[in-house]
């Protein structure tokens, strides 16, 4: 977004943050990467492999992630698809049992002001 100071690229593991997805093009600054600053308000820090379950509980829960918005330039997510999702909605889904598996070197390091790592862990398609 322009205008708006980003936070250092770095991962949960203290290394250069890895991208999460260009297709779809993910990110608060829609650059492929979990980037955030002082204006994401959602921390859209937490990179993800969507899955049914969970795009039904978002959608559950008022966000449809899988309907797209062509105004807004947002495809509709599928199973499979990577996203930065809401650090407080991964929690949230976790919570209820729906958390989607996480990408660790791609998971930016603010996700932990909200997410425990060891949650993270639990949850991450690798430990490395």
């Known amino acids: 977004m322009a205008g708006f100071a980003q936070d250092e690229s770095t991962n949960v593991f203290g ?3 890895e991208p999460c997805s260009n297709e779809p093009m993910t990110g608060f600054f ?3 990467c979990c980037n955030t600053c002082t204006e ?3 921390s859209h820090t937490v990179c993800v492999e969507v899955s049914e379950d969970f ?17 807004a330039g947002f495809p509709g997510l599928k199973p499979g698809d ?15 049992g729906m958390a989607p598996r996480v990408f660790l070197r791609n998971t930016h390091l603010k996700a932990l002001d909200i997410v425990p790592l060891a949650l993270l862990k639990a949850h991450a398609v690798t430990l490395n």
């Open 40 to 42: 994401d308000l959602g």
């Open 82 to 96: 990577r996203w930065c999702l809401c650090a407080g909605r991964w929690l949230q889904a976790h919570e209820k």
């Open 15 to 17: 290394e250069p943050l």
């Open 55 to 71: 795009l039904q509980y978002s959608r559950f829960a008022g966000n449809d992630l899988s309907t797209p918005h062509a105004d």
């Open 30 to 32: 829609r650059d492929g």
